[in-house]
């Protein structure tokens, strides 16, 4: 194929809603067309992007039979930089880890600049800062010139940074960064065509020209003897006076056709220089008149006052719109699932496009419920993906105290242990999660490790491979990234393969496994540029590594259903497009913070403004609007707040809602109907199927199977929820304990239990240890030992400090009375004629030299006052009731002279027992009535009787289904066989 010969550049158009690449090859085959089969060989075609070249040959393999052009990428331009003597590139990586190590030292510097977490977010953002200004061909010096003196001193410092980075990163010898060196590949190569022209035909194809080094090339093949460049996406409908106002970037960068005004203008070309491709008609040619209208650059969307009134078909630019406006994400998700369910059933091509992440995860886990797998171009992120947690996991063991959330989570992952003897290690680690829930300890360790191995039957080596591989792996201080990256990979290796002899384990196994294997390999290779790190910065940095890769498993998608970023878009072709997300902040994307230039020092020193992306961002959104099937669909609210709908959304609707003559309103109105439409199904889905409320339960189990023993404690539990009772002893039910364990009430109370008990045991042998200095060091003696958590140790020990001079106060008192005798004393006693027996521990007895009793019970709370005694918290008055009744066999049947709480709360309190008015002869006989009440069938055990505030959860009372009814409703009683 050759074109005819013209003095001008060449430049061709492809219109939105014209399949790029199927034109692209139909007007290559038809300029080849009556010339010789070997003329299209000749032909050496240029795109921007893999995905598109594979499109181009399958286009061109379905026929007619022709010799293909030479296809290459502009990534391509590296292999003729080699054959031209260029140094080869160096690696991202590398010029990375040594950025990472200058903005390290940045930050120790000046703290106030950033936190310490965001090192490689920064060393990333410099690095993309030095690919673009080597990219549109701006110099360190240009950056060292720019006038920062009426700004903040901020910018100062960052342009001396950049200063000092870039002549650091220059040092390097036989090596040029990717960037600088596809510029000078290309500037090479126009070079050499000034010199002698290539008299073939040369076409590049599909790229905007958005970055610098394209842009050159783009000019230099418009001006060839043979060359062209294609433009996609071109707006054929926009105005010359409008295209006139596109020439301040500032104001026009965020326009969809700026980039192609910028191409023409350095062409000294007008748009109607530009000529059609191919004669293919857009799908929908008046609705690209309405978008072309609509996303006009502002300061002239007053046109929409002239040139609105002259739109015609306005019903026909709408009709195969359909314009979703959800209540939230989830409702949008769920319509775009359901229409493309639809799409399968009809045998369409559907794809569903948007820069929405979490969206597309949402509309996927949709499409789940009816087998649906949709072809996802953008995969899986490799830091999700099973290997890439594993890493991460493995690589916070290096960060922190090993807890029992981190080591179940590994144990747990499908690739630990995935060689010889996985079905032994899930039980192992079945066994072992319990025992850590009941028994801890908070971190575990060799010794909690070898305790769990005492009289089990376990794999051999288990338990060693579990403490060599988990066991105090947290390492202090700094060390070089080449000895990271290597006990990275070790320790993850052994803890796949597992106990047992067995060859490797499968991390690196699979496609995900493959692709961190070459995170990993590629890291140790560049490691020695990566200087020494903390535990904490090699984390975040393998995170960061991780977060970069993708994994595409083509595992059996559904072929018609597609899930496209922006970029995939731009190449491929459906009959029904959804552009979902489109809301401010999620398409177009909010320009990300740029730490280094603001807008006003980008644009002095000749660098892409923020505006740029959105720019791209637009002319995809007027690409893919133009399809012959179109949704536009977003969420009105997100989880925090109300939305905004996408700029370019509000302006379609604001025109429409403008041209009243034109039926706009009406348009407007049905693409709005044909939403809600899809959203009341959506809604129908959701709907929960009305079942009837549970009523109240209070079952009446048969009397054999109620409980025969009850602790004190459970005496109040009885009287207030006895539902608790019936779970927990006829249906045997015990609430999990907490996988991480926390310094809470339960533990603080163990913990003062046992200060009290050994402080006041040491004052028995040496009475002058009862002040208030001996206490404090009793408890903290006791706190180091039993709590490992050092904030909770302080907090608690200052609450002791706070009470230490009352309680020494009242114990001078209280043994003056009587001498402590006992200390966590159990007792148990039967109550007749019941065969049932009340066990329970007396926090600490006395006795005084008549022989009388005294008991204490300590509260870390609040203690329950005298009336709630009366009534509920009948827990010290049961203990004197016992104590009368012989259950504690040391003191035999004693008399109760007093029965005190303890309240370990600042204030310190103490509530008495009302003996007098509730003495222990009425209380076991309420006692005796309260048990024998439950012997009777027709008392059932009521859920939440007495419950001293509605606030309170119960263990149970989601069993008992507590939430479907309230207070208020009747028991229902529920005989059991």
């Not at 795109?47 to 499109?55: E, F, I, P, Q």
């Not at 590994?410 to 999660?433: I, M, N, Q, V, Y």
């Not at 393998?542 to 970069?548: E, K, M, P, Y």
């Not at 045991?761 to 040496?766: P, R």
Request: charged share 25%.
């Amino acid at each position: 194929m050759q074109f005819e010969p013209q003095d001008t550049p060449r430049l061709f158009s492809v219109p939105c809603g014209v399949d790029f690449p199927r034109a692209l090859v139909q007007g290559m085959i038809e300029r080849a067309s009556g010339q010789p089969p070997e003329a299209l060989a000749r032909a050496e075609l240029i795109v921007n992007t893999s995905r598109m070249a594979r499109r181009v040959r399958d286009l061109f393999d379905r026929g007619p039979s022709v010799l293909l052009p030479k296809i290459s990428l502009l990534t391509d331009l590296d292999l003729r930089a080699t054959l031209r003597g260029l140094p080869p590139a160096l690696p991202p990586l590398r010029r990375r880890l040594e950025l990472s190590q200058l903005v390290a030292k940045l930050l120790e510097a000046q703290p106030d600049l950033a936190a310490r977490s965001s090192l490689y977010d920064l060393s990333d953002s410099l690095a993309a800062l030095f690919d673009e200004m080597q990219g549109e061909g701006v110099s360190t010096d240009t950056i060292r010139a720019l006038d920062v003196s009426d700004m903040s001193g901020h910018w100062a410092r960052a342009q001396q940074f950049i200063a000092i980075a870039d002549d650091f990163a220059t040092t390097h010898e036989n090596a040029m960064d990717p960037q600088e060196r596809q510029r000078q590949a290309v500037l090479d190569l126009i070079a050499e065509w000034d010199e002698t022209p290539p008299q073939h035909p040369i076409i590049l194809a599909g790229s905007t020209g958005s970055r610098g080094t394209t842009l050159l090339l783009m000019e230099a093949i418009a001006k060839l003897p043979q060359g062209a460049v294609v433009l996609p996406g071109f707006d054929e409908d926009q105005p010359d006076h409008v295209w006139q106002t596109l020439s301040d970037a500032l104001s026009s960068e965020d326009h969809p056709q700026y980039r192609f005004f910028k191409l023409m203008q350095d062409l000294e070309m007008g748009p109607r220089d530009v000529r059609r491709w191919t004669d293919a008609n857009p799908a929908s040619t008046p609705r690209n008149r309405l978008v072309s209208l609509a996303l006009r650059p502002a300061p002239v969307t007053d046109a929409w006052m002239r040139e609105g009134p002259q739109l015609r078909d306005i019903d026909s630019a709408t009709s195969e719109i359909t314009l979703v406006e959800a209540p939230g994400p989830r409702a949008e998700a769920l319509a775009i699932a359901l229409r493309l369910r639809q799409a399968a059933e009809d045998g369409q091509t559907a794809a569903l496009i948007t820069p929405d992440r979490m969206l597309t995860r949402q509309v996927s886990a949709a499409l789940d419920r009816w087998d649906i797998l949709p072809d996802d171009s953008a995969g899986q992120p490799l830091q999700l993906s099973p290997p890439g947690r594993f890493l991460r996991h493995v690589a916070e063991l290096f960060c922190k105290p090993l807890q029992t959330d981190a080591l179940l989570t590994l144990l747990k992952h499908p690739l630990c242990h995935d060689g010889a003897g996985r079905g032994d290690h899930l039980r192992h680690t079945r066994d072992l999660e319990l025992r850590l829930r009941r028994y801890g300890p908070p971190f575990p360790d060799h010794d909690s490790f070898a305790a769990f191995a005492v009289g089990r039957d376990l794999m051999p080596g288990w338990t060693d491979w579990l403490a060599s591989c988990f066991a105090e792996k947290t390492t202090q201080g700094e060390h070089h990234l080449s000895e990271w990256v290597s006990q990275l990979r070790d320790l993850a290796e052994t803890i796949s393969k597992g106990s047992q002899p067995a060859e490797a384990g499968g991390l690196w196994d699979k496609k995900a496994g493959r692709e961190a294997l070459k995170v990993i390999e590629n890291l140790q290779a560049e490691a020695p540029y990566g200087g020494a790190m903390t535990a904490r910065d090699f984390a975040d940095l393998l995170r960061a590594l991780l977060s970069q890769g993708e994994v595409r498993d083509r595992d059996a998608p559904y072929g018609s259903i597609l899930i496209w970023g922006t970029l995939e878009a731009r190449v491929q072709g459906a009959d029904l497009v959804i552009l979902g997300g489109l809301n401010e902040g999620t398409w177009p994307e909010a320009a990300a913070p740029d730490p280094w230039l603001n807008r006003q020092l980008r644009h002095k020193a000749g660098l892409l403004l923020p505006e740029r992306r959105i720019g791209l961002s637009a002319h995809d959104f007027q690409q893919a609007i133009a399809a012959p099937e179109v949704w536009l669909t977003r969420a009105e609210r997100t989880d925090e707040a109300d939305t905004v709908p996408s700029r370019w959304l509000n302006r379609m609707t604001n025109l429409l809602s403008g041209l009243p003559d034109q039926g706009g309103p009406d348009a407007l109105s049905a693409m709005q109907a044909r939403g809600q439409m899809w959203l009341g199904r959506a809604e129908a889905l959701e709907a929960p199927k009305p079942l009837a409320p549970a009523q109240r339960p209070a079952p009446r189990p048969p009397i054999a199977a109620r409980p025969k023993r009850l602790t004190i404690t459970e005496i109040p539990r009885l009287i207030r929820d006895p539902y608790a009772i019936y779970a927990k002893h006829v249906l045997r039910l015990r609430p999990l304990d907490p996988l991480v364990q926390e310094p809470d009430a339960l533990l603080r109370g163990i913990v003062l239990h046992k200060i009290l008990e050994d402080f006041v045991k040491g004052t028995l042998e040496d009475p002058k240890t009862l002040t208030v200095d001996h206490f404090l060091t009793c408890a903290a003696e006791q706190l180091e030992a039993q709590v490992p958590w050092p904030v909770a140790r302080a907090l608690w020990q200052a609450r002791l400090e706070r009470i230490a001079e009352d309680f020494i106060a009242g114990e001078r008192n209280r043994q003056a009375r009587a001498r402590p005798s006992g200390f966590e004393v159990s007792g148990k006693v039967r109550v007749t004629p019941h065969d049932f027996e009340i066990a329970g521990t007396a926090d600490r007895i006395d006795v005084d030299e008549r022989g009388g009793l005294h008991l204490f019970d300590y509260k870390t709370g609040d203690p329950p006052s005298e009336n709630q005694q009366k009534a509920f918290e009948k827990q010290l008055l049961i203990e004197a009731a016992m104590a009368e009744h012989g259950a504690f066999e040391t003191y035999g049947e004693g008399r109760v002279e007093r029965a005190l709480f303890l309240g370990l709360k600042a204030p310190l309190k103490e509530v008495p027992a009302p003996l007098q008015d509730e003495p222990p002869a009425k209380v076991w006989e309420e006692l005796s009535k309260l048990i024998g009440a439950y012997f009777e069938p027709e008392q059932g055990y009521s859920s939440r009787r007495m419950v001293f505030q509605d606030s309170q959860i119960g263990d149970y009372d989601h069993l008992a289904r507590y939430g479907e009814w309230d207070r208020s409703a009747p028991a229902n009683p529920e005989t059991l066989t």
